[in-house]
């Protein structure tokens, strides 16, 4: 159903770790984002790539890090996270310029903080 | 800066009542989406609604953006189980400064066989 994939699926990491997350899309578009869904929070976004130029920071901690080495993919390196860092993270993409048009999510990796 | 508000953030329905969700931004939208997330899944667009007073249909979803564009609803028609989720709404800021893709929280849909 989805041209957006994520990895891992599960990840589960001590506050010492560093970690990264994966997000490729399959589907040519040009802007790609993370999100962090939290429960009872509404989608929160964290970053913003439009032509692989960030262009949304949206008062992330630094112990998040985005990497953006192409249209195709996305990365969220992970350091030095604290509990509530705990959520389900989200990638997506969208064909033109960040925000014109629809978002195509990413199946998301569940991310636990020890 | 923009906020979008969706209530009631949870409604249960037997299985063929109706069921509306309302999305308030505190700013007018250039554009509304509205985004379906299964239990456990992720979320995936439904509709995009642009111009003033615009009504879509989709089956038994309607959605409808307001005259002003800072209201949003969706109405399910006859619910199923199969809608059972939680539907957000998206809103695009329109003024300069806030091109930014604001979401809800979510309607969370429980439906009662």
């Known amino acids: 159903e989805t041209g957006v994939t994520q990895t891992p699926r599960h990840l589960v990491m001590g506050m010492t770790n560093k970690k990264s997350l994966k997000c490729e899309q399959h589907?040519?578009?040009?802007?790609m984002y993370w999100y962090k869904q939290s429960a009872k929070k509404p989608l929160e976004l964290m970053f913003v790539y439009s032509l692989e130029e960030r262009v949304e920071n949206n008062s992330v901690p630094s112990r998040f890090s985005p990497e953006c080495p192409n249209s195709s993919h996305l990365f969220l390196h992970l350091h030095t996270l604290q509990p509530e860092d705990s959520a389900l993270y989200l990638c997506?993409?969208?064909?033109?310029?960040?925000?014109?048009?629809?978002?195509?999510f990413g199946p998301g990796t569940r991310l636990t903080v020890l | 800066g923009q906020q979008v508000m969706q209530i009631p953030q949870y409604q249960h329905v037997q299985e063929g009542e109706d069921f509306t969700t309302y999305c308030n931004s505190s700013?007018?939208?250039?554009?509304i989406q509205w985004y379906k997330q299964r239990p456990g899944g992720h979320p995936v667009f439904l509709i995009q609604l642009v111009k003033s007073g615009e009504v879509k249909k989709q089956k038994r979803l309607t959605f409808q953006f307001g005259e002003t564009k800072k209201n949003s609803s969706l109405h399910v028609t006859a619910t199923q189980t199969t809608d059972v989720g939680t539907y957000f709404c998206a809103g695009l800021g329109s003024g300069a400064g806030s091109y930014q893709l604001t979401f809800g929280k979510g309607t969370k849909l429980s439906v009662i066989p």
């Open positions: 700013t007018t939208l250039s554009n």
């Open positions: 589907l040519g578009h040009n802007a």
């Open positions: 997506a993409s969208s064909q033109q310029r960040a925000y014109t048009d629809t978002q195509y």
